[in-house]
């Protein structure tokens, strides 16, 4: 099974950036490579919603309107890492992170189509 593992989190002031990372054990079966991932937030007492994807190749993204434009995600294969670059982030941000991975290796949005959590990380944006 793949273990994922968030870091970067922390409390930042509006309009401020902050550099999530999440690294993923080795795969029995399947490489990092091979993997679609993805980035999830949970704020307290809503759902959890889709923030960002890639996919394996690392030539395809898609974000959510919410984040589009200030947000980036991207991977590094050879280190088995995902990444989100958050930058101008808003109060409304404030959430736990969670990375995630899916056996599909193309671009998915919802929470069914992933395989494999992390743990999630706390983002806290003051204003």
């Known amino acids: 099974q793949v273990h994922l593992v968030e870091s970067g989190g922390g409390l930042v002031q509006a309009g401020g950036s902050l550099r999530l990372s999440c690294a993923a054990s080795?795969?029995?079966?399947?490489?990092?490579?091979?993997?679609?991932m993805g980035w999830f937030r949970q704020a307290p007492g809503k759902e959890r919603e889709f923030v960002a994807a890639?996919?394996?190749?690392?030539?395809?993204?898609y974000y959510a309107d919410s984040v589009k434009g200030r947000f980036t995600i991207s991977r590094d294969n050879a280190k088995n890492t995902l990444y989100l670059q958050m930058n101008s982030l808003k109060p409304e941000d404030t959430a736990v992170y969670y990375c995630?991975?899916?056996?599909?290796?193309?671009?998915?949005?919802?929470?069914?189509?992933?395989?494999?959590w992390g743990q999630g990380t706390q983002v806290t944006v003051s204003s």
């Open positions: 890639i996919n394996w190749s690392a030539d395809s993204t």
């Open positions: 995630a991975a899916t056996t599909f290796p193309g671009i998915r949005t919802r929470q069914y189509n992933f395989d494999y």
């Open positions: 080795a795969a029995s079966g399947r490489t990092f490579s091979n993997y679609g």
